[in-house]
């Protein structure tokens, strides 16, 4: 028996709730348990798929009256790239008034921020500290360099770039730069101590661990937030991430947050309302669109990052709108998928120059 009105309202109300509770469960988690960590997006996006999938057939319906379908699927890309170019200079002039005028951040366009470093490198290691050894990992442009000696005989690390760079110090860290500016020697000031050094401006880096007594034992290396074994160390910034970032905002956050969105929550929402309600004139945006983007907001906000909870989250209500009007002009989630995916890189192609 198919429910109407307030019961298919609350019924979908619970399916939301439900997924959101299994989010930020595995949110929790992923600070304590490393692989739910590394593949949080995936176990994310699996529930999002799955979840509306098993619903669907249980209820012995079609994938078209939730327009997951790609449709005319000519007129999605039409409409999502259509909907970036629009709003991209908006949205443009919006995050620089937010971070100049509010939060009193300097803009400096630099096409050198989008050569980063390997994505393997993202993230701090766990472990990072808890034996002797070198640790390796990125932050964004800037790379990081950890030393740990435990007790055991002190090592040094020659840090080489193929042009002049500059090192941030913390800990126990005493370096020594070349007179050509390319190469930096660090060291620990004593046994049992621990420092990292972040690098700045370098590339076609190269790490060398050798001890400071000759015959003694050589440090372990171990490089981005999985602390990987490695015997060497040469890595240089490229592009490559960008189009690895692209990937996983289509595939891992875009395609199927969209699917369980607006294809399911907003298709659901659409049904339990009168139709006069949602074709009124007056709506810019229909019932349906607007509870959907309310509880797109709400988990956001409601998942921790980072394990922090970030109220400036719910803001992605408003672009939400839109993705609710895309979909219900196309009658397909592609165009919102396009433009969702879309509009978070603008996000990241414009945040990088605010500093």
């Known amino acids: 028996m ?6 298919l309202t609350k019924s979908t109300l619970k399916t939301f709730a439900f997924v959101l509770v299994l989010i930020i469960g595995f949110a929790i988690l992923s600070q304590f348990v490393g692989f739910i960590g590394q593949a949080l997006y995936a176990i994310v996006a699996a529930l999002f798929y799955f979840v509306p999938n098993k619903l669907i057939d249980r209820a012995d319906e079609t994938y078209e009256e939730y327009a997951l379908v790609l449709g005319d699927w000519k007129k999605g890309v039409l409409w999502g790239l259509g909907a970036t170019l629009i709003t991209f200079p908006l949205f443009v002039a919006g995050l620089w008034i937010w971070e100049v005028k509010v ?8 096409t050198d921020k989008y050569r980063q470093w390997d994505a393997n490198l993202e993230g701090t290691p766990k472990n990072w500290g808890q034996k002797s050894g070198v640790w390796i990992w990125s932050d964004n442009e800037k790379l990081t360099v950890g030393l740990r000696n435990k007790k055991s005989a002190n090592n040094l690390v020659t840090v080489t770039s193929s042009k002049p760079f500059s090192i941030k110090k913390f800990g126990a860290i005493t370096p020594q730069k070349s007179d050509d500016g390319k190469k930096w020697t660090i060291g620990l000031s004593h046994h049992d101590s621990r420092g990292s050094v972040v690098i700045s401006d370098a590339d ?3 790490v060398d661990v050798r001890p400071v007594t000759a015959g003694k034992e050589i440090w372990p290396m171990h490089t981005g937030p999985t602390a990987s074994n490695t015997e060497s160390f040469s890595e240089k910034r490229g ?5 690895l970032w692209a990937a996983t905002q ?9 699917y369980f969105y607006r294809g399911y929550l907003q298709s659901r929402f659409t049904k339990a309302f009168k139709p006069k309600d949602e074709r ?6 229909s019932p349906s669109i607007v509870l959907t983007s309310l509880l797109f907001g709400l988990g956001h906000l409601f998942v921790p990052v980072g394990g922090a909870l970030i109220v400036t989250r719910i803001t992605v209500f408003f672009p939400s709108l839109i993705f609710g009007w895309l979909r219900d002009k196309t009658d397909s989630i592609l165009a919102p998928v396009i433009y969702h995916a879309c509009c978070n890189l603008m996000v990241l192609v414009t945040a990088l120059h605010f500093g």
């Open 280 to 285: 009124s004139k007056w709506w810019i945006f």
């Open 204 to 206: 076609n880096v190269k």
């Open 239 to 243: 592009y490559l991430w960008l189009l």
């Open 250 to 258: 289509f595939l891992l956050v875009a395609f199927p947050e969209e």
């Open 2 to 7: 198919k429910l109407v009105g307030k019961a």
């Open 103 to 110: 939060r009193k951040k300097t803009f400096a366009f630099d």
